[in-house]
């Protein structure tokens, strides 16, 4: 009987022996302590990568109060960045086997992670983002001047517990008792499974969603972090740099596109005028909706300027609804796409050196040019991908605030539109040249529950739901003070006796109610039936083109009110009016205005087959200048 089950045992042994390998004996402790030590160091390996996540979020939220917060509020953010954390570490234990060493580089990262994270943020308010690593490798010794602010010391003990960890499984020298041909196969499968979940922005969407987190968080990263901890907001960063290559994206493409097309001097007619192009925050026109009554035209201004004989408006497509602002606005100040870059990313986050903008084609004319903005400089990257698109002046609140010159007043919790203008004429006065001027106002930022306290106009409606009625309201005395700013601007340009062109441009709608409140409920849209002006409705602002001086007749923009014109393209109309010149790009540009005047992804209803190569090479373009080889330069 001992020799069958002998028989039977030897071979499954062997077939161990091949899969396993012997723990090493440990030298320093023996005995009956040796045991403990062992399962000691199995315990510190089994925590270890739950108390890194421990130390890169506590020191990441700096309070013990928040850091609880973010554990009960956010549990799938938080599931998902600990299993993370587990996840890398068993591939880190996998490649190189010794628990002490596995251990150590996971260490030494969280610690460089968190301790680059905080001093970052006590510098300069802002956190430790993915491209950091790129950027600022070959900056360390300047960077390291920043380590003269004080470090926590509650931050040094959690350091300290890491290495006490390491320390414990070098001693006890465990490791796992796996044959490298074993682990081997492991290796590859945690690799492919993890590239396969992320591969395509499509999948990387679902992992995120499913875990609560979203691209949308990249808006404003202040919010992204401080919603889905460090782990979480790193993820959802490294994610959203990912651009898939065009099928057929190469030099020779590039160079076909763009063949068929020659660069244009300025015209006899172009008198160098100023250029003032302003995105107003949300502006859109309330009365569209229908069931709703307004006892005064929130628009009235905007209306009268429209209809004033050389004036130009329409409809502006956008790509954004409700938020999202970066990506109509790169668009119009690149004549690129964010249509297929991922979605919610920002798309400076891509522009990483001297880019060719509508904006940089003024600068080399020398113009002067320069962004304000009553916000932060943070959001959106703005501050990082504004000079390489050709801004080379920003003025952001901290700069604003700050300027006695100029009256401060604050409306519905932000810098008002008013001084918003007030801003614009200073710096304009201060120009002794030919200047570009890129305003983003603020007033009219979501959210609008209970956002002013003071209404010009009543709103009234029997299809509207109490708290979306009150929303709609606040909308609507925003785009009132909106439109007030929007004359006096006028009232400016009128005055001056240099050249002026104004381009005025909502961004997109606004979010009125969960769901699409305000439009479902007034009637405006079914969500189960969308048509296609019901698509159309949700994704195009008004825009207005005004001169104090006579504009040249254009194939892209007419005087009158019923033009219609993509983001991208707006500009590139902006310059046939005033005679300027035109770079081979835009040129192509015009030719895809004339197959469409205004096609993005989000208007899905167009049948896009008659020009679809002009889609595709807008697409290769756009990729060529964010994230290519730049042969489109």
Same mark, same amino acid.
């Given at each position: 009987m001992k020799e069958n089950i002998k028989a039977f045992l030897d071979p499954v042994a062997e077939v161990l022996k091949r899969i396993f390998t012997p723990l090493p004996k440990g030298r320093l402790i023996k005995g009956w302590l040796a045991p403990i030590i062992r399962i000691m160091g199995f315990l510190s390996m089994a925590i270890f990568p739950l108390c890194c996540w421990v130390t890169l979020e506590f020191i990441h939220f700096y309070s013990k109060t928040r850091f609880l917060a973010f554990i009960e509020k956010r549990q799938p953010a938080v599931i998902f960045g600990i299993m993370l954390i587990y996840l890398l570490y068993l591939l880190t234990l996998l490649i190189v086997k010794k628990g002490a060493i596995a251990s150590g580089i996971l260490g030494i990262v969280t610690v460089l992670a968190s301790v680059a994270n905080y #001093?970052?943020?006590?510098?300069?308010?802002?956190?430790?983002?993915?491209?950091?690593?790129?950027?600022?490798?070959?900056?360390?010794?300047?960077?390291s001047?920043?380590?003269? !602010?004080?470090?926590?010391?509650?931050a040094l003990v959690l350091y300290v517990g890491l290495a006490v960890l390491i320390l414990i499984t070098l001693i006890s020298k465990v490791e796992l008792p796996l044959h490298s041909l074993v682990r081997l196969p492991f290796i590859i499968m945690i690799i492919f499974g993890m590239y396969n979940a992320c591969d395509t922005p499509e999948k990387s969407t679902v992992l995120l969603n499913k875990h609560s987190l979203y691209f949308e968080d990249m808006a404003l990263?202040?919010?992204?972090?401080?919603a889905n901890g460090f782990v979480g907001a790193f993820t959802v960063n !490294?994610?959203?740099?990912?651009?898939?290559?065009?099928?057929?994206? *190469?030099e020779a493409t590039v160079n076909d596109i763009l063949s068929l097309y020659g660069e244009t001097p300025a015209g006899e007619s172009f008198?160098? +005028?100023?250029? !003032?192009?302003?995105? *107003?925050? *949300?502006?859109?026109? +309330?009365?569209?909706?229908?069931?709703?009554?307004?006892?005064?035209?929130?628009?009235?201004?905007?209306?009268? !300027?429209? *209809?004033?004989?050389?004036?130009?408006s329409g409809n502006f497509y956008t790509t954004g609804f409700g938020g999202g602002t970066v990506r109509p606005e790169f668009e119009v100040l690149t004549g690129l796409t964010t249509d297929y870059l991922p979605g919610g990313s920002v798309p400076y986050q891509y522009i990483t050196e001297d880019t060719e903008s509508y904006v940089s084609i003024y600068k080399e004319l020398g113009y002067r040019t320069l962004a304000i903005?009553?916000?932060?400089?943070?959001?959106?990257?703005?501050?990082?991908?504004?000079?390489?698109?050709?801004?080379?002046e920003l003025y952001f609140e901290d700069k604003l605030y700050p300027l006695k010159e100029v009256p401060l007043t604050i409306s519905g919790k932000q810098i008002s539109d008013s001084s918003f203008v007030d801003y614009i004429k200073y710096y304009m006065e201060q120009s002794e040249g030919d200047t570009f001027v890129f305003g983003i106002s603020m007033e009219n930022h979501q959210p609008y529950t209970n956002k002013f306290d003071h209404f010009d106009i009543e709103v009234t409606s029997d299809a509207l739901s109490e708290s979306v009625l009150a929303d709609t309201k606040n909308f609507t005395q925003g785009v009132y003070e909106a439109d007030l700013a929007l004359k006096k601007?006028?009232? #400016?340009?009128?005055s001056r006796e240099k050249e002026t062109v104004l381009v005025y441009f909502g961004d997109h709608l606004p979010t009125l109610g969960a769901n699409y409140g305000?439009?479902?409920?007034?009637?405006?849209?079914?969500?189960?039936?969308?048509?296609?002006?019901?698509?159309?409705?949700l994704y195009s602002t008004p825009f207005l083109v005004y001169a104090n001086f006579e504009l040249e007749e254009s194939d892209m923009l007419k005087e009158g009110k019923d033009n219609e014109i993509a983001s991208y393209n707006l500009m590139n109309a902006v310059a046939t009016l005033i005679d300027a010149p035109r770079t081979r790009y835009m040129h192509f540009l015009e030719d895809y205005f004339n197959a469409h005047p205004a096609c993005n992804v989000r208007l899905w209803s167009i049948n896009k087959k008659p020009f679809q190569e002009f889609i595709e090479a807008h697409k290769i373009i756009t990729y060529d200048r964010t994230v290519g080889e730049k042969y489109s330069f």
């Open positions: #001093y970052k943020y006590a510098q300069v308010g802002d956190y430790l983002y993915p491209w950091d690593i790129a950027q600022q490798a070959g900056n360390l010794g300047e960077l001047t920043f380590l003269t !602010i004080p470090f926590p010391r509650w990263q202040t919010s992204n972090y401080s !490294i994610l959203s740099t990912g651009v898939n290559q065009p099928e057929h994206y *190469s008198k160098n +005028p100023d250029i !003032i192009l302003i995105l *107003s925050e *949300s502006f859109w026109d +309330p009365t569209k909706l229908p069931n709703v009554e307004f006892s005064v035209d929130p628009m009235a201004n905007f209306r009268e !300027i429209a *209809s004033r004989d050389g004036a130009i903005h009553p916000y932060t400089s943070s959001f959106y990257l703005r501050k990082q991908g504004y000079p390489y698109i050709g801004i080379d601007l006028v009232d #400016y340009i009128d305000a439009y479902t409920q007034s009637g405006a849209i079914t969500l189960e039936g969308m048509t296609a002006e019901m698509n159309k409705f």
